[in-house]
């Protein structure tokens, strides 16, 4: 079964880039029919989408967020990766990666699996 | 965007008990919407989706249902291990967004 898992660093500076990547296992990043998601979880919060990318490049980003973020994957090592610039102590949250799957027969996307998060906390 | 509105924001409930929690969306979404469950420090789990579809795995108590904007999931004869938060989540249109969640606790 396909499995995500986030990675990168737990600390980041205000002004600096959050830089993070998540891993598919069992399965194909090339695979049609998912957009590769990140999700964000501030401390004792709800969820916020940030944004997907598909295997071919094509993005789609949270407009509130769009000037600050880029989601990019690398097809060669089964990842994508996730750049939010100018973070400020707002950002602190857990990120999640996720697959949205598109069930073929009610058209509708759902976040599935999901990665097991990474708190990321930005702070001088 | 489209917001999401659940309620109660959180209830307190016993082994057994069965168990409603509402998602109203702000305009209307069809029946793209899916219910998620977290517990404690952990990643999020599908449930349900496409308003009322149980994710393969899921256990049959967990039922969900829609009426015009409003959302139903319903937990028949809550476990010890549902004690969680649930989101709804609405994919109708992007940016996708979800509820605030609603915090099932044990009374």
């Known amino acids: 079964q396909v499995q995500l898992q986030e990675s990168g660093p737990g600390l980041v500076k205000p002004s600096q880039t959050l830089s993070l990547t998540c891993t598919v296992s069992g399965g194909s990043i090339n695979s049609g029919g998912y957009y590769w998601s990140w999700i964000r979880q501030h401390p004792g919060k709800g969820l916020e989408w940030i944004g997907y990318i598909y ?8 407009p509130s967020l ?4 880029t989601i990019s994957v690398d097809t060669s090592k ?47 | 965007d489209i917001q999401m509105t659940q309620s109660p924001s959180s209830l307190s409930a016993s082994v057994g008990d069965r168990v409603t929690i ?29 308003a009322s579809s149980l994710q393969s795995g899921v256990p049959s108590r967990f039922s969900g249902t829609r009426s015009g904007t409003d959302f139903i ?21 992007t940016p996708w967004t979800f509820g605030q969640g609603t915090k099932v606790e044990i009374k």
């Open chain 1, 55 to 62: 295997y071919s490049g094509d993005t789609y980003y949270k």
């Open chain 1, 66 to 69: 769009k000037s600050r973020v």
């Open chain 1, 78 to 124: 089964n990842q994508f990766s996730l750049k939010l610039t100018s973070v400020t102590a707002a950002d602190t949250a857990v990120y999640y990666c996720a697959r949205a799957r598109l069930r073929s027969h009610s058209m509708i996307y759902s976040f599935d699996p999901w990665g097991q998060g990474t708190l990321v906390t930005v702070s001088s």
């Open chain 2, 22 to 50: 509402t998602c109203r969306a702000s305009q209307s979404i069809s029946s793209y919407l899916n219910w998620y469950q977290q517990r404690a420090g952990k990643a999020p789990k599908l449930l349900i989706y496409a």
């Open chain 2, 73 to 93: 999931l319903t937990i028949n004869s809550l476990q010890p291990e549902d004690f969680a938060t649930y989101y709804c989540q609405q994919s109708y249109s």
